[in-house]
């Protein structure tokens, strides 16, 4: 069974902060690696995804990768009220995409 | 550019009917992916259409069908619907043939079954 595993939250961060979210995967056949914000009742938004080992830098956006570990993760910078939402970590082992649960995070003003 | 598009937003369906959800691929996708997602939890993959042809499903019953026209949108039909079945309904596009595999999602069916 290929899995995605999130920490659910809520995770709490002062506004200014870092939030550092995380995730593993359990096929190490995947080769590529995703982000996605989800705001209640809306649908999830591809923030960023990385298929090298190392960071991948966008903006306020890290995308960190330890393929060894199995390991992704995702630190926000910065972090605005604006970024108090629902991130999913996805994988595709193969021609399908496998999400996490989601972590909720919430950015306190 | 346009974007994903679903249809309808919401839908609610007595148990036992049939549903058919729509898509239509962001511009210059091939590819669609159906997912359901349930209250609290990540999308559930259902399955994928390329060139008019399902390439791979999820664990979903036969109940769950699809279809993907010429000009790359797709259905999703729900058949024998179950109270379960209460869930978002994402359609996510892409391209294939790329060495990446990025999905972008529309803005889902909500479908209530009551």
């Not at chain 1, 995967?25 to 649908?43: M, N």
């Not at chain 2, 962001?26 to 008019?52: N, R």
Request: hydrophobic share 30%.
């Amino acid at each position: 069974q290929k899995e995605v595993e999130q920490n659910s939250g809520p995770l709490s961060v002062p506004e200014g902060a870092i939030a550092s979210l995380n995730c593993t995967y359990s096929d190490r056949g995947s080769q590529s690696f995703f982000w996605y914000r989800q705001y209640s009742g809306k649908s999830p938004e591809l923030i960023m995804f990385i298929y090298s080992n190392g960071d991948k830098e966008d903006g306020r956006f890290t995308a960190q990768l330890n393929k060894a570990s199995q390991y992704v993760s995702l630190l926000i910078r910065d972090s605005q009220p604006s970024d108090s939402a629902t991130y999913l970590c996805a994988v595709n082992p193969d021609d399908k995409i496998i999400f996490g649960k989601g972590t909720r995070l919430h950015i306190l003003p | 550019d346009a974007g994903v598009t679903q249809s309808p937003t919401h839908l609610i369906k007595t148990r036992g009917q049939q549903v058919t959800l729509r898509c239509s691929p962001k511009s210059g996708h091939d590819t669609v992916s159906w997912y359901q997602q349930a209250l609290g939890q990540g999308p559930q993959f259902i399955f994928q259409y390329y060139e008019e042809e399902e390439r791979q499903r999820g664990n979903f019953p036969d109940r769950f069908s699809g279809h993907q026209f010429p000009n790359y949108s797709s259905e999703l039909n729900v058949n024998a619907l179950l109270l379960g079945d209460s869930a978002l309904y994402l359609c996510a596009s892409s391209l294939a043939g790329q060495t990446t595999y990025e999905q972008y999602f529309g803005p889902g069916t909500r479908l209530t079954v009551t």
